[in-house]
């Protein structure tokens, strides 16, 4: 549908999303949606929480494992916390899986196993913060919350030809996304702006001669849209340098540790090792010979860059040193491993 100027932005978008919404595993179609099917909130929440920080590509087995494995909000309350975390193992950012797990917990012993219908509700659960409260809000229960994400700060700066830097910028894109919010089908609008962020209005080469929104965008009359939204420049991660340790016993077992539940990879499963710094001191879990591998493992993460010197050696028969646990090689799955430490397994099996 073409924008004309006797109709607000939200109708034109709304029009253009009928015809070309995603499909995506956990939403209603903007079909059956005027149809009365309406959304499952468990499933709304569970791909909103996986898709912080994450792109959808990599998001969608997770989201068909999870569901299919616990198909209600009161299944996953009742999965134990090690199996849930080994499900999310390779996805990243693991407080999120350990947050999973405690708003389960608080909507299925709380809200006798019904997710709250409100933005304020919804902020008090466990993981739930403003944008994820107006995502669940908005899609699931049709409130007009305003839903910004980096694809609707994109389409909301270029419409404008707002040129302030992001973030800084991030609470006049609000704004602008809060005024064309519609009161009818808001939860369809604001997947609808999402929908051409990530589509149209691509960060590099917005293909705006097929954008339902050419006519009134204002960086497209302009001719700044490809360099929208500006942002301001990230200072450089620093590179922090540790030691970790893979054991095997001679039946194949493996020494593992389950990682504290606060920190980076909380309650996950990986090999002991050092602290993670500029100059760690070597920490072997026992005396043994250990062999440090010739390659190191490389992996970066939000705030810095990780090398990593992996040892490896025997583990004797009878020792299970303090804090730590053996797993018997039948019960190890090295798709349970967070994945820089499924990238050391990796580099110990290639060496
Ligand atoms: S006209 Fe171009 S820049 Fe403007 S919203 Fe559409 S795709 Fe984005």
């Known amino acids: 549908m073409q924008y004309n100027k006797h109709i607000p932005v939200s109708d034109a978008l709304l029009a253009w999303y009928d015809v070309h919404a995603r499909d995506m595993p956990w939403r209603v179609s903007p079909a059956d949606r005027a149809a009365g099917i309406c959304p499952d909130p468990y499933r709304i929440w569970m791909s909103e929480v996986m898709l912080q920080q994450t792109t959808v590509a990599a998001v969608r087995d997770y989201f068909h494992r999870f569901t299919a494995r616990w198909p209600t909000v009161r299944d996953l309350a009742d999965a134990p916390d090690e199996q849930v975390m080994g499900e999310w193992a390779g996805l990243g950012y693991y407080a999120r899986a350990r947050n999973l797990l405690k708003c389960a917990r608080v909507v299925a012993n709380d809200y006798d196993g019904q997710f709250p219908d409100t933005y304020d509700a919804l902020l008090t659960l466990p993981g739930v913060g403003p944008y994820t409260a107006a995502a669940i809000a908005s899609i699931a229960f049709d409130q007009p919350e305003t839903v910004l994400d980096g694809n609707v700060e994109r389409v909301m700066a270029r419409l404008f030809d707002i040129h302030?830097?992001?973030?800084?910028?991030?609470?006049?894109?609000?704004?602008?996304?809060?005024?064309?919010?519609?009161?009818?089908?808001?939860?369809?609008?604001?997947?609808?702006?999402?929908?051409?962020?990530?589509?149209?209005?691509?960060?590099?080469?917005?293909?705006?001669?097929?954008?339902?929104?050419?006519?009134?965008?204002?960086?497209?009359?302009?001719?700044?849209?490809?360099?929208?939204?500006?942002?301001?420049?990230?200072?450089?991660?620093?590179?922090?340098?540790?030691?970790?340790?893979?054991?095997?016993?001679?039946?194949?077992?493996?020494?593992?540790?389950?990682?504290?539940?606060?920190?980076?990879?909380?309650?996950?499963?990986?090999?002991?090792?050092?602290?993670?710094?500029?100059?760690?001191?070597p920490s072997p879990p026992f005396m043994a010979e250990w062999q440090a591998l010739s390659s190191e493992v490389r992996h970066t993460f939000t705030h810095?860059?990780?090398?990593?010197?992996?040892?490896?050696?025997?583990?004797?028969?009878?020792?299970?040193?303090?804090?730590?646990?053996?797993?018997?090689?039948?019960?190890?799955?090295?798709?349970?491993?967070?994945?820089?430490?499924?990238?050391?397994?990796?580099l110990w099996r290639g060496q």
């Open 304 to 346: 810095f860059h990780l090398i990593l010197t992996v040892h490896s050696a025997e583990l004797p028969d009878h020792m299970t040193p303090n804090a730590l646990q053996i797993l018997d090689k039948h019960d190890f799955r090295p798709s349970d491993l967070p994945t820089v430490m499924r990238k050391a397994y990796d």
């Open 164 to 281: 302030d830097p992001l973030p800084a910028s991030k609470a006049q894109l609000k704004a602008r996304a809060g005024e064309l919010t519609p009161q009818l089908r808001p939860g369809d609008y604001a997947q609808a702006v999402m929908d051409l962020g990530a589509t149209i209005c691509t960060p590099k080469s917005p293909a705006c001669g097929i954008c339902p929104l050419r006519d009134p965008c204002e960086a497209r009359q302009a001719g700044t849209a490809p360099e929208l939204p500006k942002k301001t420049p990230k200072k450089p991660k620093p590179t922090r340098y540790g030691h970790v340790y893979l054991a095997q016993r001679a039946d194949g077992a493996w020494l593992l540790e389950r990682r504290p539940d606060k920190g980076l990879l909380g309650g996950m499963l990986g090999w002991p090792g050092s602290d993670w710094n500029d100059a760690p001191q």
